[in-house]
Every structure is written in C-alpha cells, then in structure tokens.
C-alpha cells in the first residue's frame, strides 16, 4: 500500500519559515520524481517545486529564491524548505510522487501566513 504522508504544515508570521516533509512507503522511492503542490482556496492546485531521481529541481516563478525542495532517499522523504513566506503562500501543500505512469499523492497539510 502506497502511503504518503505531508507534516510540517502550520501558522506563521509573513517573512518566517516552515519546513514541510513527506515520508513515503510502498514506493521505490528513489526512482520516482517528487513534487509539492498547493491549493488555495478558490484556486486551482498549482505545481510549487518537484526533483527528479537524479536531483535535478524545477520551481514555479512565484517561489524561486524562496523555497528549496530535496530528497533523502535513505529515508524516503522529500523537503521543502520555505523561507520569506507571503501571505499568497497560504494553501494546502501537496506531496506527489510520479513514475513509470503512476502517480500518487498525499492527503495534504495546511500552511498559512498571517500579515
């Protein structure tokens, strides 16, 4: 059974910092590309940042110099480090994991920041 599971989601003041993890199971995880994604109220669900097996990262514009995604794949997780957050960072941040035509994706965790 393919699990995985986002923590690290919170509140936080306009310009502090979270760190959001996935631990994933049931998945060779090293060879699945993982991503984090977020839905804002009322909006549609955005890419935010993925890496590849290989390490190579993409970042949406709106969070480049901001955020930085990784991987530890002895440990089955993925990061997203969040700095200088803005209150349009407010969402619930997604974990998915993509390979080989699979996709799956996590149940969610809440991060917002106040103004």
């Known amino acids: 059974q393919v699990q995985l599971v986002e923590s690290g989601g919170g509140l936080v003041q306009a310009g502090g910092s979270l760190r959001l993890s996935c631990a994933a199971s049931g998945i060779s995880f090293s060879i699945y590309a993982m991503g984090w994604y977020r839905q804002a109220p009322g909006k549609q669900r955005e890419l935010v940042a993925d890496?590849?097996?290989?390490?190579?990262?993409n970042y949406a514009d709106s969070v480049k110099g901001r955020f930085t995604i990784s991987r530890d794949n002895a440990k089955n997780t993925v990061y997203l480090e969040m700095n200088s957050l803005k209150s349009e960072d407010t969402a619930v941040y997604y974990c998915r994991a993509r390979a080989r035509g699979y996709v799956y994706w996590g149940q969610g965790t809440q991060v917002t920041v106040s103004s």
């Open positions: 890496i590849i097996s290989g390490g190579i990262t």
